[in-house]
């Protein structure tokens, strides 16, 4: 692993998480309180800086917003991360924004819709602390993938902590990465991402290939992306399931 010099995370957050996430290296669960430790968490951690904006700026002024026949939604997105984001090295900062995100698009109002009776609130739930967590990754405008963590891999990252078989943790990833993404709910997506500086982004096309998300920012290089992953996923994805407490699951 390539790691930069960093001292541990620490946030602590509106609502606790399940403290089975410290089964992933470097991770501690304390109620609210999370901590991370880079060097033990990352595959890969080259990068301390990230993209973000503030949420209740979001919420005010982006949420809201309709797009129109010149301004579509991702270019009021751009619009708006270009005029109200900044860098920031405060990895809690990152980790406190994207819960505020996660909270928002995975919220229980759109259960009933969602056509999935098995999904629970307590699944999303998972998505959000996974979802979370996934805010530390980053990929750089010219497609190079900087900061790889284990939620990278939702479905193994999730089985990792909750338990979960193949069929449900697979399960989970589509909610994640597709069932959600009607263009209703896309549309959602695109504007709670921009306080995160980017745009989700999937290097998959289905669960099986389980390539997982990031958010990007505008204008990165998915050709130089996906090149990236394919050469480095399956190594780490195993590393991930080898901390099933239940291997059989």
Known sequence: MTTIDTTAIAVDLPEAFDPRWSRLPGVQVDGRRITIDPAEYFFRFESNTWLIADWELVKSQLLNVDETTESPVEQ????????????????????????????????????????????????????????????????????HISNVGPCWFFPAATSVVFDLDDEMGGMLDEVYHGGWFNEHRRIEAIK????????????????PDQSGGVVAPYGASMANFRDELAAFKQGWIEQVYAHRVNPAA
């Open 192 to 207: 709670a991402h921009a306080a995160l500086g980017g745009r989700l982004v999937h290097g998959c096309q289905s669960v």
């Open 76 to 143: 009021l997105a751009l619009d708006f991360i270009k005029q109200h984001s900044e860098s920031t090295s405060d990895a809690a900062r990152v980790l406190a924004t994207a819960y505020e995100v996660y909270a928002y698009l995975f919220r229980e109002e759109h259960l009933a819709g969602l056509g999935l009776p098995q999904i629970t609130a307590d699944h999303l739930r998972m998505l959000r602390e996974a979802a979370t967590l996934m805010a530390l990754n980053k990929v750089e405008l010219d497609g």
